[in-house]
């Protein structure tokens, strides 16, 4: 029953192709963001009680038509919003594919030949940032969140060999970590997770470049120490969330060694740039990490989701996770093989990498570095864009996430979230607001989207200046 009779499904995948492949040609058209009008998402909901089957076409169009009416359109080349990216048709066959053989990535023995794969990836992606392959080892996650649990998790044991055993109660004195105050926030649910709580992050200031302080982060360190408490580990980021800054990895992996501090990177955005040779030197110190957070569905425009945790220490996973569990397959136990369930947080897990693995096959890491030099390009064209038209921008990155305040009103936060809710509100385009070093506001606007232009720069950068025009009549 729960495969249909052939003639049904049959149709089923037919219209499922039908629906994805008009979608994808007809999202330029469609407004970037929906109305955000709950009652009527409830009111068509009422027909689905339960009670009665519905037909497979009925259901899945209703699906598709919702989806179409009610989500902001991240595929949309006109969306220059958060990391998430338009997916690559090889994504959304692999996980087509892989929801139809549904392989558990828990034992090796019930799938060698997807959890092949994903070591293979994660060799490959460790050694484009500088791991040694030899060594290297990691995990796909469902997202940059839980690959930062995942290296908050390996920091604790590899620093407090007594945590995996008697956990946070077992230490002697109490942890401490640092990130910058713009570091992601999953680090802080991260810390309450694992039971060390939010007082144990501490938030470093940035410099004017809005990059970490070095010297603020040795001085914090040293005084942590003096107050008797157990500094374990550092966070950089490659890539803030808010302006796409990356910290000076080299100096933080100096202050990591001499301190015996676990150095994570959370590359999870701004990885992607490590496949530019131009760009190279803005990561100088990344391979020194002990772990690394990198998003493959933001950058190289994998579905979501599939994020990977990396590291260069071979054992750190197994030290952190491995349980005995008697009812789990031992087929392959005289091999030497991972189970990947000892090695993750998830133990029956989703076959994650088919996505990355079936969209490098074919586009390679030259296809994946035409695109993010196309555009890095395109960054810059919007700045010179926004420029010109009396806007300033904030940042200093060479990634594509660019900053920026009305040249007249800079301090204005308000005017700020006002300009960002008029273009929303006019459908042509999607940006949003951050906050930067954890007091300055901006608008953000992040080129993600392989198929943004130059055509779809100049509509978003109309869109701000008739934004702006309208906020200031209103206001006079
Ligand atoms: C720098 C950084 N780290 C971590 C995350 C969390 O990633 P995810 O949403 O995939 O869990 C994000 C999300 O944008 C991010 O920008």
Redesign the pocket.
Known sequence: MFLLEDGERAELWNRLIERIERYFRSVPELRVSPPLDRERILESLKAFDFRNGKSPLEALDFAADQLERYQVHAPHPCYFG??NPAPTAMGIAADTLVAAFNPQLAAWSHNPFASEVEAHLIRAMGARFGYDPQTADGVFTA????A?HTALLTALASRFPEFREHGIHGLARKPSFYLSVDG?D?MIKAARLCGLGTEAARRIPVAGDLKIDPRALAGAIESDRRSGRAPFLVVA?A???GAGIVDPHEPIAEICARENLWFHS?A??GGAAVLLDELKDEYRGIGRADSI?F?T?KWLSIPMAA?MYLTRHSNALIDTFRVAADYMPQDASGMQVTDPFTHSIQWSRRFIGLKVFLSLAVHGWKGYETIIRRQVALGNYLRECLRSAEWTIVNDTPLPVVCFVDSFRSESAGFAAEIVRRVIASGKAWISTALLGGEKTAIRACINNFRTSREDVETLVEALNKAREETETARN
Do not use: K, P, W
């Not at 997202?143 to 839980?146: R, S, V």
């Open positions: 958060l990391f997202g940059g969140a839980e930062n992601h999953s980021t890539g803030s969330t959370d999870a955005y957070t998003d569905h994020g």
